[in-house]
């Protein structure tokens, strides 16, 4: 079975930077396409970066130019950078491969003093 395991979360200060990981655990499957998505309690998952299998990012409006999406195909590795972070990107961030639709269980982020 794929499973989908996100890394990279952290405690970090406004204005600092993180770059998650998403990498296939359990069996081989390749890593084409997929994006990465927030949730914080009582609001909907919401996406914020994407790349498709040519490689075009998807940024969604959230984003805000703060949020880019990559793939590392010789790890086969989905990234995650973000910079700028501020408390309200405090959430739980989750990779999503978009072949198949494999979710991973998510890494929390907090962004505070």
């Known amino acids: 079975q794929v499973r989908l395991v996100e890394s990279g979360g952290g405690s970090v200060q406004p204005g600092g930077s993180l770059t998650l990981s998403c990498e296939v655990a359990?069996?081989?499957?390749?890593?084409?396409?997929g994006g990465w998505y927030r949730q914080v309690p009582g609001k909907q998952r919401e996406l914020v970066a994407g790349?498709?299998?040519?490689?075009?990012?998807t940024p969604s409006d959230s984003a805000k130019g703060r949020f880019t999406a990559s793939r590392d195909t010789a790890k086969n590795i989905l990234l995650l950078q973000i910079k700028d972070l501020v408390p309200e990107d405090t959430a739980v961030y989750y990779c999503?491969?978009?072949?198949?639709?494999?979710w991973g269980r998510g890494t929390q982020v907090t962004v505070s003093l």
């Open positions: 999503q491969e978009w072949t198949v639709g494999y």
């Open positions: 359990g069996t081989a499957f390749t890593l084409n396409a």
């Open positions: 790349i498709t299998e040519s490689g075009k990012t």
